[in-house]
């Protein structure tokens, strides 16, 4: 089993930048494939970015694509989303999520996730 604790959430302004951190704990990030998911006030979870068992595929949302960047170190077991050009609309609580097969876009297959962290932009 494996614990996941996110953190670099915060304020920014539109047209910032921020660097989301997973920090896995108890397996190593090589045995899951990852995802970011991300829920708005009064909206349903919805899929943001996921990323392979190795690393070397990695899948987006649309209205993230160009702007995210989703990555593993495996040497800190950590995973990251990079997110440049943030807009007021990415206002979310962010999760990390992590299964033991495929990387899939829907929250439901996903196993383990961890408790959020708030990323705030203003306009």
């Known amino acids: 089993q494996v614990q996941l604790v996110e953190s670099g959430g915060g304020l920014v302004q539109a047209g910032g930048s921020l660097r989301l951190s997973c920090a896995a704990s108890g397996r190593t990030l090589r045995s899951y494939a990852m995802g970011w998911f991300r829920q708005a006030p009064g909206k349903e979870r919805e899929f943001v970015a996921v990323?392979?068992?190795?690393?070397?595929?990695?899948d987006y949302a649309d209205s993230v694509k160009g702007r995210f960047t989703i990555s593993k170190d495996y040497d800190k077991n950590t995973m990251y989303l990079t997110m440049n050009g943030l807009k007021p609309e990415d206002t979310a609580v962010y999760y990390c999520a992590a299964r033991r097969s495929g990387a899939l876009t829907t929250t439901d297959a996903y196993d383990y996730w961890g408790q959020g962290t708030q990323v705030t932009v203003s306009s």
């Open positions: 990323i392979n068992w190795s690393g070397g595929s990695t």
